[in-house]
T-cell receptor, first 111, second 107 residues
Framework: NAGVTQTPKFQVLKTGQSMTLQCAQD?????MYWYRQDPGMGLRLIYY???????DKGEVPNGYNVSRLNKREFSLRLESAAPSQTSVYFC??????????FGAGTRLSVL | KNEVEQSPQNLTAQEGEFITINCSYS?????LHWLQQHPGGGIVSLFM???GKKKHGRLIATINIQEKHSSLHITASHPRDSAVYIC?????????FGTGTSLTVIP
């Protein structure tokens, strides 16, 4: 059972480039989340989607957009990457319970 | 200001020692979540609790709602317990994460 799958695992971008991080879950969960993790900062919520067709801003949404394509997929887009977006990105899902299931993470470097 | 504070930030223990990691939170919560992040980066859920105590193997989690405090205990620690332990407070639809406690268990 795959759980939460994130792609890619690693990415290097130049400043100004765009890219989309993909996330898919096969647990039929309603809620999906995007976090970034930076040293000394803990996990910070970028955007979340409580159900298919809805998205809401989290703590640090600036510079990002999201799409809840269907119940399974929740993508995170960087339209014009900046060095400050160098981070590890985690996607997570939950069935509206406190248990979240995390993907393996995407390590993004913006040069 | 962090809604969730963890201590200590770093912890080194000898194999076999009893370990305690603390988590204090300032928000009203519906549940508290303990996570383990492996050196490779993967995150797994350990416990979810909203009251009392839960035990799984050598891991024990407790929560005191009145004091807004939770602890994660590891008995008979082992080098494979080396990881970052993160507590997360759930309120509404959102989670607030501590910055994690990095545990190293030395053989």
């Amino acid at each position: 059972n795959a759980g939460v799958t994130q792609t890619p695992k690693f990415q290097v971008l130049k400043t100004g480039q765009s890219m989309t991080l993909q996330c898919a879950q096969d647990m039929n969960h309603n809620s999906m989340y995007w976090y970034r993790q930076d040293p000394g900062m803990g996990l910070r919520l970028i955007y979340y989607s409580a159900s298919e067709g809805t998205t809401d801003k989290g703590e640090v949404p600036n510079g990002y957009n999201v799409s809840r394509l269907n119940k399974r997929e929740f993508s995170l887009r960087l339209e014009s990457a900046a060095p400050s977006q160098t981070s590890v990105y985690f996607c997570a899902s939950s069935d509206n319970s406190p248990i979240q299931y995390f993907g393996a993470g995407t390590r993004l470097s913006v040069l | 200001k962090n809604e969730v504070e963890q201590s200590p930030q770093n912890l080194t223990a000898q194999e076999g020692e009893f370990i305690t990691i603390n988590c204090s939170y300032s928000v009203g919560i519906s549940a508290l979540h303990w996570l383990q992040q492996h050196p490779g980066g993967g995150i797994v859920s350990l416990f979810m609790l909203s009251s009392g105590k839960k035990k799984h193997g050598r891991l024990i989690a407790t929560i005191n709602i009145q004091e807004k405090h939770s602890s994660l205990h590891i008995t008979a620690s082992h080098p494979r317990d080396s990881a970052v332990y993160i507590c997360a407070a759930m309120t509404g639809n959102q989670f607030y994460f501590g910055t994690g406690t990095s545990l190293t268990v030395i053989p």
